[in-house]
């Protein structure tokens, strides 16, 4: 062979790989863009490189041997994104319904392990009929490598899981064992076995969309931390989210530029607050004065609403926001909102992202269901993920900070590094009604007049205890600041708090309630 016919052979090698043009527009007609389209969208123009595009499936049963493709029905690689690289997989529904075999899974599984060494952040982008079920248990083993590889990597580099397309079956696990995992509506599913076996099993009918869709994952279960209306605008975003965070564990979160004055007043949140303390008002509002001009993200936006968590900014610098949110259940964490929390924790402190609280929060739910749903280990979490933390840890206490919810929000003794808390702040074991009534049970049982006792006893708790001086006495409290120099306090506590080191003792690792 010449050189110039080698030269024509490969050349018509690359043009042929992927699925070919009729799957392609099969792809399309579901408004589903290709697997190259959508690394294009994501990563900085031109700067994507390949991985072995010429590994194809070894397997030969039920006819695979007549279908072989180049790549093996997944794009993998590198690019960069913001100027900075990331490893990545884009796997291709035009080839054998993106299945995974076992080649296909070499392929990605090279890539993690490249994205492991070299300390970048990785990203896979999901599309996949599952194991491929002509390979049997090669593609088991696959998923076995893939999820091992997601393993060792988490907590060293940020993973990210963006799901487009069917993701069925045990191929979910790698999604969930990553740090976000972003859905399209009408694009993604997710689910451990699809409508049809859930009808034969159970009787249940549903459909794809209800069962494993974004919304599904992003209200109800909480699986998934982001939901989208387009593929580009998820991928988009990943780009945006890429940007809070560094891109392995040693390294800090990139200073951003161009951020809101460090000396602008918040006297709004004078305003903010609601005179009635039973009023809720949204903490999103808050976020929104404290932090730098555009830069709140929200994670899992659309569960458990009643702690706000994600990325923000204080004067260029990234910081994990843990609020609670007077609008959904009056604030009280719950098993969701205690599991939203701690897992969010946990990522800030795995890549050097302090942490700042914003409490208003009156306790953990009373329930029986919240009892027996397993309250007690759930609300452990956030206790023991905080605990853990090396990170900077700021809280800011805007009202109520009660019981067991005030030591997680914003006790130092549980390790946060700076406490403030606003005049209006609330720091007791409980409410002033609830403390009245044990207290002086037998007392106001007996009065000739027990609601006027009552009354007067909650008075007189409320007007001791329901405020932050007798918590900043005691040193729990470092400073009770004015509402109008918040940002600036909190920026101030950031700032003298950067070079925190804080040892741990030795050990393989915690045992955290799960
Ligand atoms: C091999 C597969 C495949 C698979 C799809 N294809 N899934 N080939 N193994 N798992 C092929 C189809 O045969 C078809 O090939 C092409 O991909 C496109 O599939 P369609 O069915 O035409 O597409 P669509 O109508 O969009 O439906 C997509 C789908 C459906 C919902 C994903 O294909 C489906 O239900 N597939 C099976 C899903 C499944 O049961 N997977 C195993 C899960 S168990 P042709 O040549 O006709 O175009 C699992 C275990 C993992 O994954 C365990 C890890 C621990």
């Not at 194991?131 to 990210?160: D, H, W």
């Not at 599913?189 to 974004?214: C, F, K, W």
Request: aromatic fraction near 8%.
């Amino acid at each position: 062979m010449t050189n110039q016919e080698a030269l024509k052979r490969y050349r018509e090698r690359r043009a042929e790989m992927a699925g070919g043009p009729e799957k392609a527009k099969a792809q399309g007609a579901k408004g589903k863009l290709t697997a190259r389209a959508r690394i294009e969208l994501l990563v900085d123009p031109g700067s994507f490189i390949e991985q072995q595009p010429y590994i194809a499936g070894r397997a030969t049963d039920f006819g695979l041997d007549q279908k072989r493709f180049p790549g093996d029905g997944v794009v993998t690689g590198t690019g960069k994104v913001g100027g900075r690289q990331v490893f990545l997989f884009s796997q291709d529904f035009t080839v054998l319904g993106g299945s995974l075999g076992e080649m296909h899974a070499e392929r990605i599984a090279e890539v993690q392990s490249l994205a492991l060494k070299n300390g970048a952040p990785f990203i896979q982008i999901n599309d996949s009929g599952g194991a491929r079920i002509q390979e049997g248990t090669l593609s088991l083993n696959g998923y076995a490598k893939i999820f091992r590889a997601n393993t060792l990597s988490s907590g060293v580099i940020p993973q990210f899981s963006v799901i487009l397309g069917p993701c069925a079956g045990g191929a979910v696990y790698s999604p969930a064992i990553t740090d976000f995992i972003l859905m399209v509506d009408g694009v993604s599913n997710m689910y451990i076995t699809g409508p049809d076996v859930i009808r034969a099993v159970t009787g249940e009918q549903i459909s794809h969309e209800d069962l494993g869709g974004a919304q599904a994952h992003c209200e109800r279960s909480g699986n998934a931390h982001f939901r989208f209306g387009g593929e580009a605008e998820a991928l988009s975003f990943l780009r945006r989210l890429l940007s809070y965070l560094p891109s392995n564990n040693l390294e800090q979160p990139p200073l951003a530029a161009g951020a809101d004055p460090a000396d602008r007043e918040t006297p709004e949140l004078e305003e903010l607050l609601p005179e009635d303390p039973k009023k809720p008002y949204d903490v999103r509002d808050f976020i929104t004065a404290l932090c730098d001009r555009d830069s709140f993200l929200e994670v899992q936006a659309g569960w458990a609403p009643n702690v706000v968590v994600g990325f923000a900014r204080l004067a260029g610098r990234t910081v994990g926001l843990f609020a609670n949110q007077p609008k959904s259940f009056a604030a009280a964490l719950d098993i969701n909102s205690s599991d939203k929390a701690a897992r969010f924790l946990r990522f800030c402190d795995c890549f050097n992202v302090p942490i700042l609280s914003l409490v208003d929060v009156p306790g953990f739910l009373p329930g029986v269901a919240q009892e027996h749903g397993g309250i007690i280990r759930h609300g452990a979490k956030v206790l023991y993920a905080i605990a853990e933390a090396t990170v900077p840890k700021i809280a800011l206490i805007i009202r109520k900070a009660y019981g067991g919810a005030f030591i997680a929000m914003s006790s130092k003794a549980l390790g946060y590094d700076r406490v403030l808390a606003l005049p209006t702040a609330e720091i007791a074991v409980m409410g002033a009604e609830g403390a009245a009534n044990v207290i002086f049970r037998k007392d106001i049982a007996a009065a000739a007049d027990p609601q006027g006792l009552r009354a007067e006893k909650i008075q007189q708790f409320s007007e001791s205890f329901m405020n932050p001086f007798v918590a900043a006495g005691y040193g729990y409290v470092d400073d009770v600041i004015e509402p109008r120099f918040a940002r600036i306090e909190l920026i101030r506590s950031l700032e003298m708090n950067l070079r925190k080191r804080e040892d741990r003792p030795a050990k393989k690792h915690g045992n955290i309630p799960l």
